[in-house]
C-alpha cells in the first residue's frame, strides 16, 4: 500500500515511500510525486470551477423549471414533416419547445433549422430519445417540466403497416400508451394527439363527421383507433385536457421555406401523392401511375381532402389553447372539400411547370372511393377553418422548398 503520510520526525526532505515494510527515500521520484499530486490536485480544481461556472451546474436547465407565463410543449417527432412545422410555429408563438425523436424518420437537419432560428436558451432544446423505451420516457418526463405535450410521432404510411402491423401495434399504441402514463405520473395534464382520418375506415356517407362511426380497414387506422381508445379510456377518470385532432390527407410547407417534406429515400415507395408528383416532376420516379379511374366520382379518380400543413398546424395552436381539464375535445382536421387525384396532379403540374407523365391503370385493392371532412365542429368549438385551399398554391410552395433541397435536409442525419 503506498503510503503518503509523513510523520512529525521526518523532515520534508527526507520524507519517504513506504513498500510493504521497506523503507526507501528517493528524492527525485520524490519531488515527481509531489508535482503529479499538485497536478491531479489543480485539475480537479479546475474542473470544479468549470463546472460550477457552466449553465447546467450552477443553474439548473430552463427547461426542468415551470415558468410563469411559459408554456412548455414537447413535441414528440418534432423532426419529422408535421412535429417540425408545428415546434416552428410554436417557438414563433413564444411557446417553450422540447423535441423529443428518435431519428427513424425525421430529420436532424430540421432540428437543426429550428435551432439556428431560435438559438436563445430555453427556448427549443432537441431529446433523442425513443419513445418505446419506457426507462428514456420516464426520465425525459422527471428531468423536465412540461406543460402540454402535442404526440405526432409515429410512423404512418398505410401500406407498410399492413407488411409490419406489429410494428405499427408497437410504435403507434403502445408508445402513446407509454407517453401517457408518463403524463399522468408527472402531472402534465395538456395532451394534443395526432390521429387520422384512416380511423373511419370506409364510411358509406360523406362528409365524415366525428359522428361517423370509426370501422379502421388497415393496422395503421386500427393502431391509431386503439391509442384513442386508450386515451379516451384513461381521461374518463382523469382532468386531463385532452383534444384528438383527426387529420386528413396534409400537404403543403412552411410559406418561408424553412422547412419541408422529406421523408426517408426508402419510403418514397409507401409514399404519398404529393411525394410522388415531385419526384415524378424531378425525374427521380419516371411518371405517376393513378390507379383507378372508374370510380364513381367526378373524373372517376378517388377524391381526397387535402389540408395544408400550416392550417394543421393552426388547429393544434387553437387545441392547445381551448383544451379543458377533465374534458375531451375530438376534431377532424380537412378542408371540408374533396379533390380528385386527377384535379390533384393538374395542380402539380401547373406548381412545378412539369408535364409529369401520367398512366391511368386499374384500381388498387384497398383504396376507397371518396373521403373528406365536415370540418363544423372545429369551425364552431375552436373557431378554426383551413385557409390555404388552393392545391397549386399549396403545392407551389412545397415545391419551393423541394427544388432548392435536392437531398431534403442532406447527410445531417447523426447527432451532432
Ligand atoms: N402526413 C399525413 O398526411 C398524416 C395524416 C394523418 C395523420 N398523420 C399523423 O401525423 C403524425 C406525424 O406524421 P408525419 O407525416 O409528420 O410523419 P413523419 O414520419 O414525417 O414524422 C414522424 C416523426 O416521428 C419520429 N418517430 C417515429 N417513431 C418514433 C419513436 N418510437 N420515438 C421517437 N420518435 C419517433 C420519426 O423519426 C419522425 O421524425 C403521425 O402521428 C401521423 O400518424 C399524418
Avoid at 436532424?108 to 436563445?120: E, N, R, T, W
Wanted: hydrophobic fraction near 35%.
Amino acid at each position: 500500500m503506498l503510503n503518503f503520510g509523513r510523520t512529525r520526525s521526518q523532515p520534508r526532505s527526507t520524507r519517504s515511500m513506504s513498500f510493504g515494510g521497506m523503507d526507501y527515500a528517493d528524492p527525485k521520484r520524490k519531488s515527481n510525486l509531489i508535482g503529479k499530486i499538485l497536478l491531479a490536485a489543480a485539475l480537479t480544481a479546475l474542473c470544479i470551477i468549470m463546472l460550477k461556472q457552466s449553465p447546467s451546474f450552477s443553474t439548473p436547465s430552463p427547461f426542468s423549471l415551470r415558468e410563469e407565463g411559459v408554456t412548455h410543449v414537447l413535441v414528440t417527432g418534432g423532426a419529422g414533416y408535421i412535429g417540425s412545422h408545428a415546434a416552428l410555429r410554436l417557438l414563433k408563438d413564444y411557446y417553450r419547445v422540447t423535441i423529443v425523436d428518435n431519428l427513424s424518420r425525421g430529420n436532424l437537419g430540421a432540428v437543426k433549422v429550428l435551432q439556428d432560428l431560435f438559438p436563445k436558451p430555453g427556448r427549443l432544446q432537441f431529446i433523442y430519445a425513443d419513445l418505446g423505451d419506457a426507462k428514456s420516457v420516464n426520465k425525459i418526463f422527471s428531468e423536465n417540466k412540461f406543460d402540454a405535450v402535442m404526440h405526432f410521432a409515429a410512423v404512418a404510411y398505410v401500406g407498410e403497416s399492413t407488411v409490419y402491423p406489429l410494428k405499427y401495434y408497437h410504435n403507434i399504441t403502445s408508445n402513446t400508451l407509454l407517453v401517457l402514463e408518463s403524463m399522468a405520473a408527472h402531472g402534465v395534464k395538456t395532451l394534443i394527439y395526432s390521429s387520422t382520418c384512416a380511423t373511419y375506415g370506409e364510411p358509406e356517407k360523406m362528409p365524415i363527421t366525428e359522428e361517423t362511426q370509426q370501422v379502421p380497414i388497415n393496422p395503421y387506422g386500427k393502431a391509431k383507433k386503439m391509442a384513442e381508445d386508450i386515451i379516451l379510456d384513461f381521461s374518463k377518470n382523469s382532468d386531463m385536457a385532452v383534444m384528438i385532432l383527426r387529420y386528413f390527407n396534409v400537404i403543403g410547407s412552411d410559406p418561408d421555406g424553412r422547412l419541408g417534406e422529406a421523408p426517408r429515400p426508402e419510403l418514397r415507395e409507401q409514399g404519398r401523392i404529393s411525394g410522388a408528383c415531385f419526384d415524378a416532376a424531378r425525374g427521380i420516379i419516371s411518371g405517376l401511375k393513378v390507379k383507378g379511374t372508374d370510380y364513381k366520382t367526378s373524373d372517376g379518380t378517388c377524391v381526397r381532402d387535402y389540408i395544408d400543413v400550416t392550417d394543421l398546424i393552426d388547429a393544434h395552436v387553437k387545441a392547445l389553447q381551448k383544451a379543458q381539464f377533465g374534458k375531451v375535445g375530438i376534431y377532424n382536421v380537412g378542408t371540408g372539400k374533396g379533390r380528385s387525384v386527377k384535379e390533384f396532379v393538374d395542380a402539380c403540374k401547373k406548381a412545378t411547370g412539369v408535364d409529369i407523365k401520367v398512366d391511368f391503370l386499374a384500381r388498387r385493392p384497398g383504396d376507397y372511393a371518396e373521403v373528406y371532412s365536415d370540418p363544423t365542429k372545429i369551425r364552431r368549438e375552436l373557431n378554426w377553418t383551413a385557409r390555404y385551399t388552393d392545391l397549386q398554391e399549396s403545392l407551389q410552395v412545397a415545391w419551393r422548398w423541394q427544388k432548392s433541397h435536392r437531398d431534403g435536409y442532406g447527410t445531417l442525419s447523426a447527432m451532432y
